[in-house]
Nanobody, 115 residues
Framework: QVQLVESGGGLVQAGGSLRLSCAAS????????MGWYRQAPGKQRELVAV???????NYADSVKGRFTISRDNAKNTVYLQMISLKPEDTAVYYC?????????WGQGTQVTVSS
């Protein structure tokens, strides 16, 4: 089994920054992909960014140039650095890990950006 625990969410003013962290524990395979998704009220969960264990990253168009995903393989931790935050970035942010054809999710962390 795999457990994911997110941290770092909170309330920030527009234009501000936040850094999210997600620590994975349990049976972590060497080759996996970790990522961040978000879900705003009344909307579907959407991809924010994903990163392979090799460091290759992909981003949603809406966050390119503002968000940076990174990971520390030794700590099984993925990070999401968010700058120039906008009110439309307000959502619950979920971390996930994909390995061996299984997908695991964290419990989510709330990010609220005030205008």
């Amino acid at each position: 089994q795999v457990q994911l625990v997110e941290s770092g969410g909170g309330l920030v003013q527009a234009g501000g920054s936040l850094r999210l962290s997600c620590a994975a524990s349990g049976s972590i395979f060497r080759f996996n992909e970790m990522g961040w998704y978000r879900q705003a009220p009344g909307k579907q969960r959407e991809l924010v960014a994903v990163v392979s264990n090799g460091g290759s990253a992909n981003y949603a168009d809406s966050v390119k140039g503002r968000f940076t995903i990174s990971r520390d393989n030794a700590k099984n931790t993925v990070y999401l650095q968010m700058i120039s935050l906008k009110p439309e970035d307000t959502a619950v942010y979920y971390c996930n890990l994909f390995q061996l054809r299984a997908l695991y999710w964290g419990q989510g962390t709330q990010v609220t950006v005030s205008s």
